[in-house]
């Protein structure tokens, strides 16, 4: 009765929790690297470092460089976090997807590794 109960929850309820395991992890990765509010910020300048502008031209022209610049920075950096973001979930992707297809034959591989064991 408990090895019934266990290959009907294995082949059933536990394989549907990690196919929905998958939009969790994906969540979980978003969440990890703040996505949103990287892409919200993704033209914002580098750490607030912002230069005012003065009264004069040359002051004016020298704080749109300053500001133009940080925004550069901060575009720059934000990119890279983004694509180790979306490295990261693909590789929790393949993860998941190779869980998923290995999820049906774990509980054949104890036998298996015992007979292997056995016959060594």
């Not at 460089?65 to 976090?81: A, H, K, Q």
């Not at 591989?109 to 292997?116: D, Q, T, W």
């Amino acid at each position: 009765m408990l090895v019934t109960a266990f290959f009907s929850w294995w082949y059933g309820a536990g394989w549907e929790k990690v196919m929905a395991s998958f939009g969790t992890r994906q969540t979980a990765v978003m969440e990890l690297f703040s996505v949103t509010q990287l892409l919200r910020t993704l033209f914002a300048p580098w750490r607030r470092i912002i230069t005012y502008p003065g009264a004069s031209l040359a002051e004016r022209m020298h704080a749109w460089g300053d500001n133009t610049f940080s925004r550069m920075i901060g575009f720059v950096v934000r990119l890279f976090v983004l694509f180790a973001a979306g490295c990261t979930m693909l590789v929790v992707a393949a993860i998941t997807v190779a869980q998923i297809v290995v999820w049906p034959l774990l509980p054949f591989a104890v036998p298996g590794c015992l007979i292997a064991g056995l016959a060594i």
